[in-house]
Protein backbone atom coordinates (compact mmCIF):
# COMPACT_ATOMS: atom_id res chain seq x y z
CA UNK A 1 0.00 0.00 0.00
CA UNK A 2 1.28 3.62 -0.64
CA UNK A 3 1.75 6.26 1.37
CA UNK A 4 -1.19 8.23 -0.23
CA UNK A 5 -3.43 4.87 -0.22
CA UNK A 6 -2.21 4.78 3.74
CA UNK A 7 -3.24 8.06 4.26
CA UNK A 8 -6.57 8.14 2.53
CA UNK A 9 -7.61 5.19 4.95
CA UNK A 10 -6.32 7.07 7.99
CA UNK A 11 -9.43 6.62 10.61
CA UNK A 12 -9.45 8.99 13.87
CA UNK A 13 -9.11 6.91 16.89
CA UNK A 14 -12.57 8.05 18.03
CA UNK A 15 -13.57 5.83 15.01
CA UNK A 16 -11.17 3.43 15.01
CA UNK A 17 -12.22 2.21 18.64
CA UNK A 18 -15.88 2.91 18.49
CA UNK A 19 -17.24 -0.36 20.30
CA UNK A 20 -19.51 -2.75 18.21
CA UNK A 21 -20.71 -5.16 20.91
CA UNK A 22 -22.00 -3.61 24.54
CA UNK A 23 -19.43 -5.49 26.13
CA UNK A 24 -17.27 -3.02 24.37
CA UNK A 25 -18.70 0.05 25.91
CA UNK A 26 -16.78 1.81 28.94
CA UNK A 27 -18.34 3.40 32.20
CA UNK A 28 -21.80 2.96 30.80
CA UNK A 29 -22.64 -0.14 33.34
CA UNK A 30 -25.68 0.29 34.56
CA UNK A 31 -27.60 1.95 31.15
CA UNK A 32 -25.97 -1.29 29.39
CA UNK A 33 -27.45 -3.77 31.28
CA UNK A 34 -30.85 -2.02 31.19
CA UNK A 35 -30.91 -1.73 27.53
CA UNK A 36 -29.70 -5.96 27.10
CA UNK A 37 -32.40 -6.72 29.65
CA UNK A 38 -35.26 -4.67 27.64
CA UNK A 39 -33.92 -5.90 23.97
CA UNK A 40 -33.65 -9.64 25.60
CA UNK A 41 -37.05 -9.96 27.38
CA UNK A 42 -38.35 -8.29 24.69
CA UNK A 43 -39.56 -4.84 26.30
CA UNK A 44 -38.54 -2.43 23.98
CA UNK A 45 -39.66 1.10 23.92
CA UNK A 46 -41.34 2.45 21.19
CA UNK A 47 -38.91 5.78 21.80
CA UNK A 48 -35.69 5.79 23.73
CA UNK A 49 -33.77 9.50 24.69
CA UNK A 50 -30.27 9.49 25.63
CA UNK A 51 -28.98 11.91 27.55
CA UNK A 52 -25.73 13.45 28.84
CA UNK A 53 -22.69 15.51 27.87
CA UNK A 54 -20.55 15.21 24.89
CA UNK A 55 -18.58 12.21 24.01
CA UNK A 56 -19.28 10.07 26.58
CA UNK A 57 -20.91 7.81 23.79
CA UNK A 58 -24.71 8.34 23.15
CA UNK A 59 -24.43 8.07 19.45
CA UNK A 60 -22.35 5.15 19.90
CA UNK A 61 -25.16 3.47 22.30
CA UNK A 62 -27.81 4.44 20.10
CA UNK A 63 -26.22 2.71 17.02
CA UNK A 64 -25.47 -0.54 18.93
CA UNK A 65 -29.03 -0.46 19.47
CA UNK A 66 -30.59 -0.22 16.65
CA UNK A 67 -27.99 -2.91 15.45
CA UNK A 68 -29.16 -5.44 18.02
CA UNK A 69 -32.60 -4.99 16.94
CA UNK A 70 -31.91 -5.13 13.15
CA UNK A 71 -30.10 -8.31 13.85
CA UNK A 72 -31.22 -11.63 11.65
CA UNK A 73 -30.07 -13.91 14.48
CA UNK A 74 -31.97 -11.71 17.35
CA UNK A 75 -34.30 -14.40 18.31
CA UNK A 76 -31.67 -16.96 18.79
CA UNK A 77 -29.33 -14.19 20.31
CA UNK A 78 -32.20 -13.52 23.41
CA UNK A 79 -31.03 -17.02 24.73
CA UNK A 80 -27.47 -15.89 25.08
CA UNK A 81 -27.09 -13.59 28.34
CA UNK A 82 -26.31 -10.89 28.12
CA UNK A 83 -27.56 -10.07 24.85
CA UNK A 84 -25.10 -9.21 22.21
CA UNK A 85 -26.07 -8.59 18.37
CA UNK A 86 -24.30 -11.60 16.22
CA UNK A 87 -21.68 -9.17 14.54
CA UNK A 88 -21.91 -11.87 11.23
CA UNK A 89 -24.81 -11.56 9.88
CA UNK A 90 -25.56 -9.04 6.85
CA UNK A 91 -27.65 -6.80 8.86
CA UNK A 92 -24.66 -6.75 11.32
CA UNK A 93 -22.26 -6.10 8.49
CA UNK A 94 -23.91 -3.43 6.66
CA UNK A 95 -24.79 -1.62 9.53
CA UNK A 96 -20.91 -1.70 10.87
CA UNK A 97 -20.78 0.11 7.17
CA UNK A 98 -23.14 2.67 7.99
CA UNK A 99 -25.48 1.50 4.79
CA UNK A 100 -28.31 -0.67 6.35
CA UNK A 101 -31.44 0.28 4.44
CA UNK A 102 -33.73 0.07 7.87
CA UNK A 103 -31.64 2.25 10.22
CA UNK A 104 -32.04 5.90 9.28
CA UNK A 105 -30.29 8.14 11.12
CA UNK A 106 -30.29 12.19 10.55
CA UNK A 107 -28.77 14.82 12.44
CA UNK A 108 -31.41 17.35 14.00
CA UNK A 109 -29.23 20.25 13.37
CA UNK A 110 -29.26 20.29 9.68
CA UNK A 111 -32.73 18.80 9.48
CA UNK A 112 -34.85 20.71 11.60
CA UNK A 113 -38.10 20.95 9.67
CA UNK A 114 -41.58 19.88 10.04
CA UNK A 115 -40.83 18.26 6.39
CA UNK A 116 -37.74 16.30 7.35
CA UNK A 117 -39.31 15.05 10.00
CA UNK A 118 -42.91 14.23 7.54
CA UNK A 119 -40.98 11.98 5.38
CA UNK A 120 -39.64 10.44 8.10
CA UNK A 121 -42.60 9.64 9.68
CA UNK A 122 -44.44 8.60 5.92
CA UNK A 123 -41.38 5.67 5.54
CA UNK A 124 -42.60 4.33 9.15
CA UNK A 125 -45.59 2.34 7.71
CA UNK A 126 -43.66 0.24 5.29
CA UNK A 127 -42.22 -2.74 6.47
CA UNK A 128 -38.15 -4.03 6.69
CA UNK A 129 -36.54 -3.67 3.43
CA UNK A 130 -33.61 -5.88 4.25
CA UNK A 131 -36.05 -8.66 6.61
CA UNK A 132 -35.06 -7.59 9.66
CA UNK A 133 -37.71 -7.29 12.59
CA UNK A 134 -37.41 -3.58 13.36
CA UNK A 135 -36.73 -0.39 11.52
CA UNK A 136 -34.86 1.96 13.42
CA UNK A 137 -34.97 5.76 13.33
CA UNK A 138 -31.96 7.79 14.51
CA UNK A 139 -32.63 11.54 15.38
CA UNK A 140 -28.97 12.80 16.94
CA UNK A 141 -29.44 16.06 18.68
CA UNK A 142 -32.97 16.06 18.60
CA UNK A 143 -33.26 19.36 21.08
CA UNK A 144 -32.28 21.16 17.90
CA UNK A 145 -35.78 20.08 15.99
CA UNK A 146 -38.37 23.09 15.68
CA UNK A 147 -41.31 23.27 17.30
CA UNK A 148 -43.68 22.22 14.85
CA UNK A 149 -41.34 19.29 13.59
CA UNK A 150 -41.53 17.84 17.86
CA UNK A 151 -45.47 18.28 16.95
CA UNK A 152 -45.16 16.28 14.10
CA UNK A 153 -43.88 13.69 16.22
CA UNK A 154 -46.13 12.98 18.94
CA UNK A 155 -49.21 11.18 17.36
CA UNK A 156 -46.59 8.94 15.52
CA UNK A 157 -44.07 8.68 19.09
CA UNK A 158 -47.13 7.96 20.99
CA UNK A 159 -48.39 4.74 19.39
CA UNK A 160 -45.26 3.81 17.21
CA UNK A 161 -45.62 0.34 14.48
CA UNK A 162 -45.16 -2.48 16.22
CA UNK A 163 -41.80 -2.84 14.19
CA UNK A 164 -40.53 0.70 14.36
CA UNK A 165 -38.13 2.54 17.26
CA UNK A 166 -37.43 5.70 17.69
CA UNK A 167 -33.89 6.60 19.61
CA UNK A 168 -32.98 10.43 20.11
CA UNK A 169 -29.60 11.48 21.68
CA UNK A 170 -28.98 15.27 23.04
CA UNK A 171 -26.54 16.87 25.33
CA UNK A 172 -29.60 19.67 25.96
CA UNK A 173 -32.70 17.86 27.56
CA UNK A 174 -33.89 20.40 28.67
CA UNK A 175 -35.02 22.21 25.18
CA UNK A 176 -37.12 19.03 24.11
CA UNK A 177 -40.92 19.43 25.18
CA UNK A 178 -41.88 17.68 28.23
CA UNK A 179 -44.99 15.80 25.86
CA UNK A 180 -42.17 14.16 24.02
CA UNK A 181 -39.87 13.43 27.25
CA UNK A 182 -43.39 11.77 28.52
CA UNK A 183 -43.30 9.34 25.22
CA UNK A 184 -40.06 8.42 25.89
CA UNK A 185 -37.67 6.32 28.24
CA UNK A 186 -34.79 8.85 28.93
CA UNK A 187 -31.39 7.16 29.69
CA UNK A 188 -28.62 9.45 31.98
CA UNK A 189 -25.64 8.60 30.26
CA UNK A 190 -22.90 9.44 33.08
CA UNK A 191 -19.36 10.93 32.88
CA UNK A 192 -16.53 8.41 33.21
CA UNK A 193 -14.37 8.54 35.92
CA UNK A 194 -11.07 9.88 36.35
CA UNK A 195 -9.63 6.31 37.19
CA UNK A 196 -12.30 4.00 34.40
CA UNK A 197 -10.99 6.78 31.85
CA UNK A 198 -6.94 6.79 32.54
CA UNK A 199 -7.55 2.93 32.37
CA UNK A 200 -9.30 3.13 28.82
CA UNK A 201 -6.62 5.19 27.36
CA UNK A 202 -3.63 2.66 28.90
CA UNK A 203 -5.28 0.01 26.53
CA UNK A 204 -5.67 2.41 23.92
CA UNK A 205 -1.57 3.41 23.80
CA UNK A 206 -0.68 -0.12 24.68
CA UNK A 207 -2.62 -1.28 21.31
CA UNK A 208 -0.98 1.51 19.34
CA UNK A 209 2.43 1.08 20.86
CA UNK A 210 2.68 4.24 22.40
CA UNK A 211 5.12 5.12 25.31
CA UNK A 212 3.08 7.11 27.92
CA UNK A 213 4.67 9.02 30.89
CA UNK A 214 1.74 8.11 33.60
CA UNK A 215 1.35 11.92 34.64
CA UNK A 216 1.06 12.28 30.53
CA UNK A 217 -2.20 10.19 31.03
CA UNK A 218 -3.66 12.56 34.27
CA UNK A 219 -3.15 15.53 31.97
CA UNK A 220 -5.08 14.11 29.49
CA UNK A 221 -7.99 12.44 32.04
CA UNK A 222 -8.12 16.06 33.68
CA UNK A 223 -8.76 17.79 30.53
CA UNK A 224 -11.38 15.27 29.02
CA UNK A 225 -13.03 16.06 31.97
CA UNK A 226 -15.37 12.74 31.72
CA UNK A 227 -15.34 12.55 27.27
CA UNK A 228 -14.08 9.55 25.74
CA UNK A 229 -14.29 11.48 22.69
CA UNK A 230 -12.07 14.54 23.68
CA UNK A 231 -9.10 12.07 25.42
CA UNK A 232 -9.04 10.78 22.05
CA UNK A 233 -8.91 13.79 20.25
CA UNK A 234 -5.97 15.10 23.04
CA UNK A 235 -4.22 11.89 22.91
CA UNK A 236 -4.38 12.43 18.70
CA UNK A 237 -2.90 15.96 19.26
CA UNK A 238 -0.18 14.54 21.20
CA UNK A 239 1.05 11.63 18.73
CA UNK A 240 1.43 14.24 16.61
CA UNK A 241 3.64 16.57 18.36
CA UNK A 242 5.46 14.34 19.98
CA UNK A 243 5.37 10.61 17.93
CA UNK A 244 5.54 7.31 19.55
CA UNK A 245 6.54 8.65 22.92
CA UNK A 246 4.76 11.06 24.90
CA UNK A 247 6.62 12.37 27.98
CA UNK A 248 5.15 14.99 30.46
CA UNK A 249 7.47 18.42 29.43
CA UNK A 250 5.82 18.44 25.89
CA UNK A 251 2.16 17.48 26.76
CA UNK A 252 2.19 20.62 28.91
CA UNK A 253 3.70 22.38 26.42
CA UNK A 254 1.03 21.59 23.89
CA UNK A 255 -1.70 22.05 26.22
CA UNK A 256 -0.22 26.02 27.01
CA UNK A 257 0.18 24.43 30.70
CA UNK A 258 2.99 25.35 32.98
CA UNK A 259 5.58 22.80 34.39
CA UNK A 260 4.84 21.65 38.02
CA UNK A 261 7.76 23.04 39.10
CA UNK A 262 6.76 26.49 37.43
CA UNK A 263 3.26 26.28 39.52
CA UNK A 264 4.74 25.56 42.69
CA UNK A 265 7.13 28.33 42.56
CA UNK A 266 3.89 30.46 42.14
CA UNK A 267 2.10 29.73 44.64
CA UNK A 268 5.03 29.64 47.00
CA UNK A 269 5.63 33.11 45.65
CA UNK A 270 1.92 34.10 46.13
CA UNK A 271 1.88 32.81 49.73
CA UNK A 272 5.60 34.60 50.45
CA UNK A 273 3.41 37.80 48.95
CA UNK A 274 6.41 38.67 47.34
CA UNK A 275 4.30 40.81 44.64
CA UNK A 276 7.51 41.69 42.72
CA UNK A 277 9.30 38.32 42.24
CA UNK A 278 5.41 36.95 41.26
CA UNK A 279 5.30 39.39 38.58
CA UNK A 280 8.67 38.55 37.14
CA UNK A 281 8.03 34.82 37.44
CA UNK A 282 4.36 35.01 35.79
CA UNK A 283 5.80 37.64 32.86
CA UNK A 284 7.95 34.66 32.29
CA UNK A 285 5.60 32.10 32.47
CA UNK A 286 3.55 34.16 29.94
CA UNK A 287 6.86 34.60 27.35
CA UNK A 288 6.88 30.56 27.04
CA UNK A 289 3.91 30.53 25.97
CA UNK A 290 1.85 29.36 29.05
CA UNK A 291 -1.87 31.15 28.54
CA UNK A 292 -3.32 32.86 31.18
CA UNK A 293 -6.20 31.14 32.01
CA UNK A 294 -4.74 27.55 31.78
CA UNK A 295 -2.29 29.14 34.47
CA UNK A 296 -4.94 30.41 36.59
CA UNK A 297 -6.83 26.98 36.72
CA UNK A 298 -3.24 25.32 37.34
CA UNK A 299 -3.01 27.24 40.73
CA UNK A 300 -6.71 26.61 41.53
CA UNK A 301 -5.58 22.58 41.14
CA UNK A 302 -2.42 23.49 43.46
CA UNK A 303 -4.51 25.35 46.07
CA UNK A 304 -7.10 22.00 45.85
CA UNK A 305 -3.88 19.63 46.56
CA UNK A 306 -2.96 21.94 49.33
CA UNK A 307 -5.88 21.53 51.07
CA UNK A 308 -5.90 17.43 50.52
CA UNK A 309 -2.49 17.49 52.31
CA UNK A 310 -4.58 19.13 55.10
CA UNK A 311 -7.17 17.78 55.53
CA UNK A 312 -7.55 14.43 53.62
CA UNK A 313 -5.99 11.53 53.13
CA UNK A 314 -7.14 10.54 49.16
CA UNK A 315 -5.79 11.44 45.99
CA UNK A 316 -2.46 13.06 47.56
CA UNK A 317 -0.40 12.92 44.54
CA UNK A 318 3.77 12.84 44.33
CA UNK A 319 4.61 16.38 44.03
CA UNK A 320 5.73 18.04 46.86
CA UNK A 321 2.42 20.24 47.66
CA UNK A 322 2.65 19.61 51.46
CA UNK A 323 6.16 22.18 51.64
CA UNK A 324 3.23 25.02 50.72
CA UNK A 325 0.75 24.23 53.45
CA UNK A 326 2.31 26.75 55.94
CA UNK A 327 1.90 29.69 53.68
CA UNK A 328 -1.90 29.10 53.23
CA UNK A 329 -4.44 28.57 55.94
CA UNK A 330 -7.70 26.93 55.27
CA UNK A 331 -9.47 30.42 55.90
CA UNK A 332 -6.56 31.84 53.06
CA UNK A 333 -7.60 29.18 50.88
CA UNK A 334 -10.94 29.77 50.97
CA UNK A 335 -11.07 32.72 49.95
CA UNK A 336 -8.33 32.83 47.06
CA UNK A 337 -10.57 30.40 45.59
CA UNK A 338 -13.88 32.55 45.52
CA UNK A 339 -11.15 35.24 43.92
CA UNK A 340 -10.27 32.65 41.48
CA UNK A 341 -13.55 31.78 40.34
CA UNK A 342 -14.44 35.56 39.78
CA UNK A 343 -11.07 36.04 38.33
CA UNK A 344 -12.21 33.16 35.72
CA UNK A 345 -14.73 35.98 34.55
CA UNK A 346 -12.74 38.61 34.00
CA UNK A 347 -10.37 36.47 32.22
CA UNK A 348 -13.27 35.40 30.00
CA UNK A 349 -14.45 39.13 29.55
CA UNK A 350 -11.18 40.97 28.96
CA UNK A 351 -9.80 42.71 26.13
CA UNK A 352 -6.16 42.24 27.90
CA UNK A 353 -5.98 38.32 29.45
CA UNK A 354 -2.32 38.92 30.58
CA UNK A 355 -2.65 41.78 32.41
CA UNK A 356 -6.05 40.63 33.97
CA UNK A 357 -4.05 37.97 35.52
CA UNK A 358 -1.66 40.00 36.48
CA UNK A 359 -4.15 42.94 38.71
CA UNK A 360 -5.76 39.38 40.11
CA UNK A 361 -2.77 37.95 41.47
CA UNK A 362 -1.69 41.37 43.14
CA UNK A 363 -5.37 41.11 44.28
CA UNK A 364 -4.67 37.81 45.71
CA UNK A 365 -1.60 38.58 47.31
CA UNK A 366 -2.81 41.54 49.44
CA UNK A 367 -6.04 38.91 50.39
CA UNK A 368 -3.61 37.72 53.06
CA UNK A 369 -3.12 40.67 54.79
CA UNK A 370 -6.50 41.68 55.35
CA UNK A 371 -7.76 40.24 58.63
CA UNK A 372 -9.98 37.28 58.82
CA UNK A 373 -13.34 36.89 59.66
CA UNK A 374 -12.10 35.46 63.75
CA UNK A 375 -10.16 38.28 64.39
CA UNK A 376 -12.70 40.80 63.20
CA UNK A 377 -15.22 39.06 65.33
CA UNK A 378 -12.74 39.33 68.49
CA UNK A 379 -12.51 42.88 68.18
CA UNK A 380 -15.96 43.23 67.65
CA UNK A 381 -16.49 41.35 71.05
CA UNK A 382 -13.71 43.43 72.47
CA UNK A 383 -15.16 46.65 71.87
CA UNK A 384 -18.83 45.59 72.81
CA UNK A 385 -17.98 44.37 76.04
CA UNK A 386 -15.98 48.16 76.60
CA UNK A 387 -19.81 49.21 75.73
CA UNK A 388 -21.13 47.34 78.60
CA UNK A 389 -18.42 48.47 81.56
CA UNK A 390 -19.71 52.40 80.89
CA UNK A 391 -21.14 53.31 84.14
CA UNK A 392 -25.00 54.37 85.70
CA UNK A 393 -24.35 57.44 85.63
CA UNK A 394 -23.76 57.93 82.13
CA UNK A 395 -26.41 55.50 81.06
CA UNK A 396 -28.87 58.33 83.02
CA UNK A 397 -27.01 60.95 81.41
CA UNK A 398 -27.68 59.76 77.95
CA UNK A 399 -31.12 59.22 78.51
CA UNK A 400 -31.91 62.64 79.81
CA UNK A 401 -30.08 64.10 76.87
CA UNK A 402 -32.74 62.03 74.86
CA UNK A 403 -35.35 62.69 76.83
CA UNK A 404 -34.47 66.88 75.36
CA UNK A 405 -34.01 66.15 72.03
CA UNK A 406 -37.18 64.70 71.52
CA UNK A 407 -38.85 67.69 72.82
CA UNK A 408 -36.77 69.76 70.36
CA UNK A 409 -37.85 67.33 67.47
CA UNK A 410 -41.20 67.70 65.08
CA UNK A 411 -43.74 65.77 65.60
CA UNK A 412 -44.72 63.01 62.70
CA UNK A 413 -47.60 63.74 61.86
CA UNK A 414 -46.79 67.81 61.70
CA UNK A 415 -43.89 67.14 59.38
CA UNK A 416 -46.04 65.04 57.13
CA UNK A 417 -48.96 68.13 57.22
CA UNK A 418 -46.19 70.99 56.33
CA UNK A 419 -44.61 69.07 53.61
CA UNK A 420 -48.28 68.01 51.97
CA UNK A 421 -49.05 71.70 52.52
CA UNK A 422 -45.88 72.96 50.93
Not at 331 to 346: K, R, Y
Request: charged fraction near 25%; proline fraction near 3%.
Amino acid sequence: MSSQESLSHYRVLARKYRPNFFKEVVGQYPFVEMIQNALSQPKIPGGILLTGTRGIGKTTLARLIAKTLTCHKLDNQRSISPLEPCGLCASCQSCSLDTHLDIQEIDAASHTGVDDIRGLLESCHYRSLSGASYRVYIIDEVHMLSKSAFNALLKTLEEPPLHVSFIFATTEAHKIPKTIISRCQQFYLRRLEDQELKSYLKTICLKENISCQDAVYDLLVQHAEGSIRDAFSLLERAILLAGKELKESVIRKMLGLPQYAQVHETLRLLGKQDISALLVHVQQLYYEGVDPRRLLEQIAQGLYRIVLEQFSARNRSQEDWASLTSYFGISDITALWQCIVQGFEELEKSMFPFISLEMLLIRMAHMKSLPNLEHILDVWSGHALSQAQISDSNVQSDSSDKKSDRKKRWPVKKIFVTFFIF
